[in-house]
């Protein structure tokens, strides 16, 4: 069922809010009571430990709203098909899947390709040196900002990516024997020339649920926390990215995205659409590809995706919950907190944020919530650099990831892979990964006693 015009009126009003300032500097262990430390996502929390543990829509929605999260449900799950056809159409020409979740399996984290599969969930980002009109990534001619390495029947994918590893050995400072796979990625099947210079950069898929409360925390809140010239010394130099904001017609803070490239749920949903599916819709008239095709933003010619399908799209990734602790009150879990404190992990990984109030909906609204996160950037060193800039964020920087729920990841994604291009098998390697300003705190875990390592990780995997 299509939802009616005025209802994207009335969802830009319900996601407007009055801006409350709220932040501080350092981590407060006394930042909330035990009972609250379990909900991770306030009173949109919800407690299931299986494989559905992401796909929760919030407490207590309206009938009304609990509709459109229904429609934008459906719609996650649609799976689009080349025009003209009597449901979903507009896929492609040039594309990388076919639906919102084929990429956030169960609302949750994406999956590398194993041996020998294309890197069909994976995305790749690719731009030339410079900065485009509003300091964006500047695209590639005939392939745009991202490689689409799928296409209907006439068309050409406009290229391939491989991946090859190579195992690097490391031990901990107790002689324990450790390892970690260095990826190496090669351009392959270009459909035509590619311009010398091109930078790479692999994504993979994000978890969706709580992205809702992260947009409700206050720019202020974030903006406390930036120290780009670590004028406190202690090596964290947080800082904001400003990104172009196609609504507003402006630059505003990013915090969606691996570099936080993009300013809000909306234009994040949006440029999915037409990024990985070749869908157009009324913020991205245009395709994302260069010179198969050349279609153009003319008013006479209607997007492919109606307003009420995009919004309930981004309606339903606004209202998924969030996975509620396990195991919060285990000694070894507390001890492992305790350890995670000590290694300065919370100093860019914040554990608690308060969202805005917000009278108009009142389910994200003064929420005292824990996701693990400052939502800046920061950079972790040469190991994890991709070398692509992306308006204010580095080639070396990457905004700091939440880590709420990821100790179901196995549960909900059947896999362990971590970081931006899921290089690492397991959440250790995760850590021991980390450089830049992080080097001091992946130091002080590679000098931990293998008890130690064991206890931190158990805090790591009840979040």
Not at 61 to 76: C, K, M, P, T, W
Request: glycine share 8%; hydrophobic share 35%; proline share 6%.
């Amino acid at each position: 069922m299509h939802l009616r015009r005025t209802t994207k009126a009335t969802l830009f009003m319900v996601f407007s809010f009055v801006a409350l300032q709220w932040g501080c500097r350092k981590y407060n262990p006394d930042y909330s009571t035990p009972d609250d430390e379990w909900r991770s996502g306030g009173s949109q929390t919800v407690f299931d430990q299986g494989s559905g543990a992401f796909s929760h829509a919030f407490n207590n929605l309206s009938d009304y709203y609990e509709r459109i999260h229904e429609v934008g449900d459906a719609q996650f799950n649609a799976t689009f098909v080349s025009a003209p056809a009597p449901l979903n159409p507009g896929l492609g020409p040039i594309f990388n899947n076919v639906s919102c979740i084929s990429c956030h399996i169960n609302d949750g984290r994406g999956k590398i390709p194993g041996r020998g599969e294309s890197a069909a969930n994976m995305l790749f980002r690719i731009s030339l040196p410079g900065e485009g009109e509003h300091g964006n990534p500047v695209p590639v001619p005939g392939y745009g900002d991202q490689i689409g390495n799928r296409a209907l029947r006439d068309y050409q994918p406009e290229a391939d990516v491989s991946i090859a590893y190579t195992e690097e050995a490391y031990t901990f400072s107790d002689g324990s024997a450790y390892s970690l796979r260095k990826p190496e990625y090669t351009i392959i099947k270009p459909y035509t020339a590619m311009p010398g210079g091109v930078m790479l950069s692999p994504r993979v898929a994000v978890p969706i649920f709580g992205v809702g409360l992260l947009e409700a925390i206050p720019d202020e809140a974030i903006l406390a926390r930036e120290d780009p010239d670590d004028r406190d010394g202690d090596g964290i130099s947080g800082k904001a990215n400003y990104v172009w904001n196609i609504l507003k017609q402006a630059k505003t803070l990013g915090r969606f995205g691996w570099k936080a490239n993009q300013p809000s749920l909306i234009q994040q949903t949006a440029a999915a659409y037409v990024s990985d599916m070749g869908i157009t819709n009324s913020i991205f008239r245009d395709e994302n590809n260069g010179s198969q095709t050349q279609q153009t933003s003319d008013e006479k010619t209607p997007p492919e995706l109606k307003d009420s399908l995009m919004y309930s799209t981004e309606f339903y990734i606004r209202t998924l919950a969030v996975p509620g602790r396990r195991n919060a009150d285990q000694p070894q879990v507390l001890q492992g907190k305790a350890l995670f404190l000590q290694a300065d992990c919370a100093k860019c990984h914040i554990p608690d944020q308060r969202t805005a109030v917000n009278t108009a909906f009142p389910p994200i609204s003064n929420q005292l919530i824990h996701p693990y996160t400052d939502l800046l950037l920061h950079d972790m060193g040469e190991g994890l650099a991709d070398n692509r800039p992306d308006y204010l964020a580095s080639g070396r920087e990457w905004r700091t990831a939440p880590l709420w729920g990821i100790g179901l990841t196995q549960k909900v994604n059947n896999h362990t892979n971590f970081l931006h291009d899921g290089r690492a098998r397991n959440l250790l390697e995760a850590i021991l990964w980390h450089g830049g300003e992080a080097e001091s705190s992946k130091e002080t875990v590679r000098k931990m006693s293998a008890s130690d390592r064991e206890a931190l990780l158990a805090f790591l995997n009840s979040l």
